[in-house]
Nanobody
Framework: QVQLVESGGGLVQAGGSLRLSCIIS??????????MGWFRQAPGKEREFVAA????????YYADSVKGRSTISRDNAKSTLYLQLNSLKPEDTAVYYC???????????????????WGQGTQVTVSS
C-alpha cells in the first residue's frame, strides 16, 4: 500500500511563492526507489506535467511553463517530495498532485500514465 499526501497549497497573490509538500508512505519499498512527479489540473483543462525527479535522483525535469520559477526536491530521509513555486502567476492556479512510480523510466517522467500512485491534490490559487 502506497499513500501520498500533499500539503502547502493556498491562496497567494501574483508574484508570491508557495512550497508544496508530498509525504509518501510505502510498505516495504524505500522512498528513494520511486520516481516522483508533480502534475496539475486547472478547471476545464487536462492534467499537465509540472516537474519530476528520477528514481535515482540524478535527473530533474520541468515543464516550460514553470522552468526557472520552480524547484523540485526530495528528502529521502523524510520520504517527502517538495515543489517550490516562485513568481506565481494566475495561470498557475490549479489542483496540484504528486505522483509516484517504481518503474518510471527517465524518458517517461513527463507522462502521467507512467505513475502508479497519486495523492488527493492540493489547491493553489493565484490572484491577480
Amino acid at each position: 500500500q502506497v499513500q501520498l499526501v500533499e500539503s502547502g497549497g493556498g491562496l497567494v497573490q501574483a508574484g508570491g511563492s508557495l512550497r508544496l509538500s508530498c509525504i509518501i508512505s510505502t510498505s516495504g519499498r524505500a522512498f528513494r526507489s520511486y520516481a516522483m512527479g508533480w502534475f496539475r489540473q486547472a478547471p476545464g483543462k487536462e492534467r499537465e506535467f509540472v516537474a519530476a525527479f528520477s528514481r535515482t535522483g540524478g535527473y530533474t525535469y520541468y515543464a516550460d511553463s514553470v522552468k526557472g520559477r520552480s524547484t523540485i526536491s526530495r528528502d529521502n530521509a523524510k520520504s517527502t517530495l517538495y515543489l517550490q513555486l516562485n513568481s506565481l502567476k494566475p495561470e498557475d492556479t490549479a489542483v496540484y498532485y504528486c505522483a509516484a512510480g517504481a518503474g518510471v523510466i527517465t524518458s517517461a517522467l513527463r507522462l502521467g500514465t507512467a505513475y502508479d500512485y497519486w495523492g488527493q491534490g492540493t489547491q493553489v490559487t493565484v490572484s491577480s
